[in-house]
């Protein structure tokens, strides 16, 4: 009997455990994008080289525990059923495919806040997407927000919280915000810098400097502090003097690339001067949290991923690159491809285009590649 | 283009159209031409792939309305 596995046991495995995966999609899909981690071993036979039979893969796998991934499900129950059948012992397969692992959202409690209250990074593992949510006295501000909204609701229901600010610190290209849907359905406030809104459809809160958040009682502080670079309304957030959420400025392994909006030579020195200037500026014991991860490696023992600011500034190679001309260079040149329909998703964002949920999920497909590198 | 045998996978999803046009392809000549019909959208890359994978030359796809076709020759 073949058994499925939901994303977020798939999770679990690959933030602590180990697991063999016999990935069974196309060639070109596994090369763009797949489940990787410390105790994670995945081969590539696409399910339709295995349809008349396992027998060649089988000496590649182990005796027991394989878990087949395919797209959707489909496939990979079917190649599920012909490894059980030729006596692999407890073969699995991913429910809902790699759309699933796509849209899991994992929580992780990263730390308390000085008077009461804390922060939670939500960690969609498959596709390296981070997002935030801040609580206190039954009231909470989330940033950044995934397009699965229902992780948040449900979260918020179980722990008692109002959801009272949604907050974006740039105008996304790598995935639709759940922002504004959740803003909508809660009454919270949608917060977006200004100087990425320009075209936007809808009515939001300004997120600038001097425009401070408070949440709770105990008001927790959450401080923009504008960061154009990445897009030229990119705005960081300082929560609880302890965090800096640098949305897609800052990563822990890299930093955010310029070019997504189709004007990186303008935007390089705004980047730069973002980094160099303003980030060096703060203080290092500042807790970086990003908006991406790029690498699983990334990832601490409790599937976090953060670094102090000080930290970042010796060992990050974004942060250390003296000379200007190199910098641009960096920037500009030879990036990464860009993430899967970046416009379309760029376009949903403003609210100019209103893709159904199936088109919205196939949009997102992939990595997120808003890091210069991979 | 002649078409020697058409198959309609229109409603299928993964991995159907690909098991239907395997089955269907191995009844066919070499040269012989076999149209497909499919909604599912995954079976645009898999089915060039796996065309490619099997000696089998995609001749040519489109896409009208949500259905997707496509003619492949047998190699």
């Known amino acids: 009997m073949i058994k499925a596995l939901s994303a977020k046991e798939v999770a679990k495995r690959v933030v602590e455990g180990s697991m063999f995966i016999l990935?069974?999609?196309n060639e070109g899909d596994y090369k763009d994008w797949r489940i990787e981690g410390k105790g994670i071993e995945s081969i590539n036979r696409p399910y339709f080289d295995l349809i008349d039979g396992v027998e060649d893969v089988l000496e590649h796998l182990p005796k027991e525990e394989v878990l087949v991934v395919c797209a959707k499900e489909g496939s990979s129950i079917m190649v599920a059923e012909m490894l059980d059948e030729a006596g692999i012992k407890d073969v699995y397969y991913l429910e809902g495919g790699m759309k699933s692992w796509s849209e899991y959202l994992m929580p992780v409690k990263l730390g308390d806040l000085k008077d009461g209250g804390s922060i939670y990074q939500f960690n969609r593992i498959g596709k390296g997407c981070l997002s935030y949510l801040v609580e206190s006295n039954g009231e909470a501000a989330i940033i950044d927000s995934a397009r699965t909204i229902e992780a948040y609701e449900d979260f918020a229901k179980e722990n008692n919280l109002e959801i009272k600010h949604m907050i974006d610190t740039h105008l996304h290209a790598d995935h639709i915000s759940g922002g504004r849907r959740l803003s909508e359905k809660t009454g919270a406030t949608y917060w977006l810098p200004p100087k990425d809104a320009d075209e936007v459809t809808f009515s939001f809160a300004a997120l600038e400097e001097g425009n401070d958040i408070t949440i709770g009682n105990t008001k927790i502080e959450i401080q923009p502090l504008y960061t154009p670079g990445h897009t030229i309304g990119s705005t960081s957030m300082i929560v609880d003097g302890q965090f800096l959420l640098s949305g897609d400025i800052l990563f822990v392994d890299s930093i955010g690339r310029p070019d997504l909006a189709g004007k990186a030579e303008d935007w390089v020195s705004d980047l730069r001067d973002s980094l160099y200037n303003k980030y060096n500026n703060l203080s290092k014991d500042l807790v970086v949290l990003p908006a991406h991860f790029g690498k699983i490696s990334e990832l601490d023992e409790k599937g976090a991923v953060s670094a102090p600011l000080g930290e970042l500034f010796e060992k990050n190679d974004g942060l250390n690159i003296k000379n200007e001309d190199e910098f641009r260079r960096a920037v500009t040149e030879n990036l990464p491809p860009q993430p899967n329909a970046y416009q379309e998703i760029r376009q949903t964002n403003m609210g100019k285009i209103d893709p159904t949920n199936d088109e919205q999920r196939e949009m997102e497909i992939g990595p997120n590649r808003c890091a210069i590198t991979e | 283009m002649n078409v020697t045998q058409t198959l309609d996978t229109k409603g299928l999803s993964c991995p159907m159209p690909i098991?239907?046009?395997?089955?269907?392809?191995?009844?066919?000549a070499s040269g012989d031409i076999l149209e497909v019909l499919a909604t599912?959208?995954?079976?645009?890359?898999?089915?060039?792939?796996?065309s490619k994978s099997s000696g089998h030359e995609l001749l040519e796809h489109t896409e009208e309305?949500?259905?997707?076709?496509?003619y492949i020759q047998k190699g």
């Open chain 1, 23 to 25: 990935d069974v999609r």
């Open chain 2, 65 to 70: 309305g949500g259905v997707f076709k496509f």
């Open chain 2, 40 to 50: 599912d959208k995954g079976a645009v890359n898999d089915l060039s792939a796996w």
């Open chain 2, 19 to 28: 098991v239907k046009t395997k089955k269907a392809m191995d009844t066919l």
